[in-house]
């Protein structure tokens, strides 16, 4: 029964092992994924920072790198509280295992004074043969045969145990160095926490100070969204106009063809009545009702979206929170309200601070239907369904209007700024003719 109970919190601790190994690997990625964020907004940041000139991208850039930096703490504090419940694990397992060991360890000792005592082959005959009847000895003898046994099992027991108490020591050692490790992490990435939260504040500081060019650099901020805003509106309403019109023409061919074979079946019906022969038993009397209802159906029933536009935006609408990011890099600005100091800006996207250069992708299949330009660069529009994600800030783009594209697909790369170096990509995403989060679309 002890041997069962060894095997089963061996067991135990193995399972819990690995679901502690898996919760820390996966904390450990997210935390690696964090610093490299955060390190290439730094790189970025120094390059601003080189620019004598103001700029909104300065406070995004340092709003997004304290933000960052927040979750990569609060990232440390998770693997922290793993390691506790590792650790607390681990102690109480090795208490249960020196638990454990003592008990046998009493029993060897048990077993190794009555072996001394019974250690004489007289005294052991003697045993065997002051039985009362064969059957006693042959138990007796099994006895002895058993004890024997069981005794080497004993001290392979013994062996067992502490090898399995040694490692579990060196894991609760290791965990022990880890924690201080993290903790020493932790006091470093808060430091520098406040220092960033402090350059913000000196930032903020200058943009109040400099009122006017703030004021100045806001109000272009606004511009430049309302005038991306309008340019992309339009685009999608002339794609949705374009695809009513689409579906009406349709529905007149439905109808056209519907008085045409209205119009045929009268004609045949006169035929047949001016030469005296009786309505064909195939087709069926004619009646300008039922020929106008014909024609009313084929055009209710057309206007409807087609197959293939319901499945795909079906299918877009089910991959939410699964899309893979149109390029690497950081969000600075998020959809909605965005703050500067005491200054609001509206955002019906999201822009994703890049490298120079850096490849832009379709984040699903569909067709492009616009590719246009402005003074910030190209936006590319492409519909998937009635969905449509939208690309601006493009330095280049290789795909053309009228394209299908899979998800993945290269389909340009990010401009950068003269200004100040940047390269950012504003990303959208609308179902119809309203705007939608993107961030909640795309994978974590």
């Given at each position: 029964?002890?041997?069962?109970?060894?095997?089963?919190?061996?067991?135990?601790?193995?399972?819990?092992?690995?679901?502690?190994?898996?919760?820390?690997?996966?904390?450990?990625?997210?935390?690696?994924?964090?610093?490299?964020?955060?390190?290439?907004?730094?790189?970025?940041?120094?390059?601003?920072?080189?620019?004598?000139?103001?700029?909104?991208?300065?406070?995004?850039?340092?709003?997004?790198?304290?933000?960052?930096?927040?979750?990569?703490?609060?990232?440390?504090?998770?693997?922290?509280?793993?390691?506790?419940?590792?650790?607390?694990?681990?102690?109480?397992?090795?208490?249960?295992?020196?638990?454990?060991?003592?008990?046998?360890?009493?029993?060897?000792?048990?077993?190794?004074?009555?072996?001394?005592?019974?250690?004489?082959?007289?005294?052991?005959?003697?045993?065997?043969?002051?039985?009362?009847?064969?059957?006693?000895?042959?138990?007796?003898?099994?006895?002895?045969?058993?004890?024997?046994?069981?005794?080497?099992?004993?001290?392979?027991?013994?062996?067992?145990?502490?090898?399995?108490?040694?490692?579990?020591?060196?894991?609760?050692?290791?965990?022990?160095?880890?924690?201080?490790?993290?903790?020493?992490?932790?006091?470093?990435?808060?430091?520098?926490?406040?220092?960033?939260?402090?350059?913000?504040?000196?930032?903020?500081?200058?943009?109040?100070?400099?009122?006017?060019?703030?004021?100045?650099?806001?109000?272009?901020?606004?511009?430049?969204?309302?005038?991306?805003?309008?340019?992309?509106?339009?685009?999608?309403?002339?794609?949705?106009?374009?695809?009513?019109?689409?579906?009406?023409?349709?529905?007149?061919?439905?109808?056209?063809?519907?008085?045409?074979?209205?119009?045929?079946?009268?004609?045949?019906?006169?035929?047949?009545?001016?030469?005296?022969?009786?309505?064909?038993?195939?087709?069926?009397?004619?009646?300008?009702?039922?020929?106008?209802?014909?024609?009313?159906?084929?055009?209710?029933?057309?206007?409807?979206?087609?197959?293939?536009?319901?499945?795909?935006?079906?299918?877009?609408?089910?991959?939410?929170?699964?899309?893979?990011?149109?390029?690497?890099?950081?969000?600075?600005?998020?959809?909605?309200?965005?703050?500067?100091?005491?200054?609001?800006?509206?955002?019906?996207?999201?822009?994703?601070?890049?490298?120079?250069?850096?490849?832009?992708?379709?984040?699903f299949s569909g067709e492009v239907r616009r590719v246009l330009s402005d003074i910030s660069g190209h936006i590319l529009l492409i519909k998937h369904g009635n969905y449509f994600s939208v690309y601006s800030n493009l330095q280049s783009v290789n795909v053309s209007a009228g394209q299908s594209v899979s998800a993945g697909q290269s389909v340009g790369s990010v401009k950068t700024s003269?200004?100040?170096?940047?390269?950012?990509?504003?990303?959208e995403i609308w179902n119809g003719n309203k705007p939608t989060n993107p961030q909640g679309w795309l994978r974590r």
């Amino acid at each position: 029964m002890r041997l069962q109970h060894i095997l089963l919190i061996i067991l135990f601790l193995s399972l819990s092992a690995r679901g502690y190994a898996q919760s820390s690997s996966e904390l450990k990625k997210r935390k690696a994924a964090l610093t490299r964020e955060i390190e290439a907004l730094k790189k970025q940041q120094n390059k601003i920072a080189g620019n004598k000139k103001l700029t909104v991208k300065q406070i995004e850039g340092l709003n997004t790198q304290i933000r960052l930096r927040e979750e990569k703490i609060s990232t440390i504090n998770n693997e922290i509280r793993v390691l506790d419940s590792e650790i607390k694990e681990k102690t109480s397992t090795v208490l249960s295992l020196k638990d454990q060991l003592r008990k046998l360890k009493n029993e060897y000792a048990a077993m190794i004074r009555f072996a001394q005592k019974n250690q004489n082959a007289y005294n052991k005959l003697m045993f065997i043969f002051a039985s009362e009847s064969f059957n006693q000895a042959y138990k007796r003898l099994k006895y002895l045969q058993e004890f024997s046994e069981h005794h080497k099992k004993q001290a392979v027991k013994i062996a067992g145990t502490q090898k399995v108490l040694g490692i579990k020591i060196n894991e609760l050692d290791q965990n022990k160095r880890s924690k201080s490790s993290l903790l020493r992490s932790e006091e470093v990435e808060k430091t520098t926490l406040s220092k960033e939260k402090e350059s913000e504040a000196q930032q903020l500081e200058k943009f109040q100070k400099e009122e006017k060019q703030v004021k100045q650099l806001v109000d272009a901020r606004k511009k430049e969204l309302s005038r991306l805003t309008r340019a992309i509106s339009n685009a999608i309403n002339r794609e949705i106009a374009a695809e009513r019109k689409r579906m009406m023409a349709e529905a007149a061919r439905r109808a056209a063809a519907a008085r045409a074979k209205a119009e045929k079946e009268r004609l045949a019906e006169k035929a047949r009545t001016a030469a005296g022969k009786p309505s064909s038993s195939s087709s069926k009397t004619y009646s300008p009702a039922k020929a106008k209802a014909t024609e009313d159906d084929a055009i209710a029933s057309s206007p409807a979206p087609s197959a293939e536009n319901v499945k795909l935006s079906a299918d877009f609408s089910s991959n939410h929170g699964r899309l893979p990011w149109p390029v690497e890099g950081s969000i600075v600005s998020r959809f909605g309200i965005n703050r500067y100091g005491s200054v609001v800006v509206q955002n019906n996207g999201i822009d994703i601070r890049s490298s120079a250069g850096a490849t832009v992708r379709a984040v699903f299949s569909g067709e492009v239907r616009r590719v246009l330009s402005d003074i910030s660069g190209h936006i590319l529009l492409i519909k998937h369904g009635n969905y449509f994600s939208v690309y601006s800030n493009l330095q280049s783009v290789n795909v053309s209007a009228g394209q299908s594209v899979s998800a993945g697909q290269s389909v340009g790369s990010v401009k950068t700024s003269v200004d100040d170096g940047v390269a950012q990509l504003h990303f959208e995403i609308w179902n119809g003719n309203k705007p939608t989060n993107p961030q909640g679309w795309l994978r974590r």
